[in-house]
Structures are given as structure tokens and as C-alpha cells.
């Protein structure tokens, strides 16, 4: 079955960076699109960022554009979050999502996500 | 962007009963349109994409419909573990946007 475990949240102070990791298993990782959505406490969801299949497209939403880059291995399963330069409206769960496809299509599975606190 | 509006943004209803949650998009979508349901402490759960298409393993009293801007999703007969927070989302283009949520309460 499908897992996406994501790591790497905590508390880290403003204008640090964290990088977040996502461990995929029970599907063919190298296949499909990943994308990372967050989710303030107590607010909805935010699409961050995705990622195609073979690394070549990534896109990102204009509140963290030029601050955080997403990444994957395809050799470890692994998805990645680099945040950088963070702020205090970054405090948020970072849900790793699998797309259905390469890229570009819906979402079918989510981690149970990774609480990052930005404060002083 | 293209901006997601859902409403109500909260609903009380009673175990058995039919529920509408109506998501409305800025602009034409066709039926690049999910649903996801989220439970406190949670993460999201995928229900529908297509407008209307149960993805698997989801129960068949969720059902979707629309297409363009105006959609729909209906629970035909409220269940105690139904009781959650959903959510539209759009993926017809970059970026991604989502409803606000409608919050979904016992009566």
C-alpha cells in the first residue's frame, strides 16, 4: 500500500532554514509527480509545490518563490522541502502528496504531514 | 489565480441525512475539480477528482457533479464518521487552489 512518511519539522527561529524529507514506498516513486501542500494551525490548505516525475518541471507558489526548493532522489524514494529564509506565516503541517500522474493531475495519496513552527 | 469558494462554510445535520456542499471557481475549470475530506488531527483524504469520480475506496453515497464553474458534492445519507471538514480544490492550472473549507457538524 502507499506510504508517504513525512520528517524534519520543528521549531527553528526566523530567517533560519529546515529541510523536510518525504519517504515514499508502496508505489513506483520515479514515476509520478509529488507536490508538498501545507496547512496553517487552524486555517485550510495551500498548495506549495510540485515536482515532475524526472525533476525537470517544478513549480512553486508565489509565497515561498526564491525561498524554498523542492527536490526529490529517485534512487531513496525520497521527496524533499529545502525552506529557507523562513517566516512566521510558514508555521504550518507540510503534507507530502502524491500525484496521480507525472504532473499536473490530481491528488490521490497524502502523508500524515510535518509540523514546522517558526518562532523566536 | 484562480480563487475556489465554498459554501456553506459550516453545516449541522443529522445522522441520515442528505447533505450539498457547493464549490464555486473564479473562472472555468472543466472538470478539473477535487474533493478531499479532513477529520481533526488528520491529514486530508482524496474523495473525488474529475468533478465526479470516487476514488478508491470511498463510500457511493459521496457523489460530485458540475463542470466549468459550479460544482457539487453530496452526501446521500450522513453516517457518524462523515462528520469533517471538506474541501474543493482545482488542478486545471498552476497554482493550485483550494476552497476555504466547509465544516460539516452534528445536529
Known amino acids: 500500500q502507499v506510504q508517504l512518511v513525512e520528517s524534519g519539522g520543528g521549531v527553528v527561529q526566523p530567517g533560519r532554514s529546515l529541510r523536510l524529507s518525504c519517504a515514499a514506498s508502496?508505489?513506483?516513486?520515479?514515476?509520478?509527480?509529488m507536490h508538498w501542500v501545507r496547512q496553517a494551525p487552524g486555517k485550510g490548505l495551500e498548495w506549495v509545490a510540485v515536482i515532475s516525475y524526472d525533476e525537470t518541471n517544478k513549480i512553486y507558489a508565489d509565497s515561498v518563490k526564491g525561498r524554498f526548493t523542492i527536490s526529490r532522489d529517485n534512487s531513496k524514494n525520497t521527496l524533499y522541502l529545502q525552506m529557507s529564509s523562513l517566516r512566521a506565516e510558514d508555521t504550518a503541517v507540510y503534507y507530502c502528496?502524491?500525484?496521480?500522474?507525472?504532473?499536473?493531475?490530481?491528488?490521490?495519496?497524502w502523508g500524515q504531514g510535518t509540523l514546522v513552527t517558526v518562532s523566536s | 489565480d484562480i480563487r475556489m469558494t465554498q459554501s456553506p462554510s459550516s453545516l449541522s445535520a443529522s445522522v441520515g441525512d442528505r447533505v450539498t456542499i457547493t464549490c464555486r471557481a473564479s473562472q472555468g475549470i472543466s472538470d478539473f475539480l477535487a474533493w478531499f475530506q479532513q477529520k481533526p488531527g488528520e491529514a486530508p483524504k482524496s474523495l473525488i477528482y474529475?468533478?465526479?469520480s470516487l476514488q478508491s475506496g470511498v463510500p457511493s453515497r459521496f457523489s460530485g457533479r458540475g463542470s466549468g464553474t459550479d460544482f457539487t458534492l453530496t452526501i446521500s445519507s450522513l453516517q457518524p464518521e462523515d462528520f469533517a471538514t471538506y474541501y474543493c480544490?482545482?488542478?486545471?492550472?498552476?497554482?493550485?487552489?483550494f476552497g476555504q473549507g466547509t465544516k460539516l457538524e452534528i445536529k
Open positions: 508502496g508505489f513506483t516513486f520515479s514515476s509520478y509527480g
Open positions: 480544490q482545482q488542478y486545471s492550472g498552476y497554482p493550485l487552489t
Open positions: 502528496v502524491k500525484d496521480y500522474v507525472h504532473i499536473g493531475s490530481f491528488f490521490d495519496y
Open positions: 474529475a468533478a465526479s
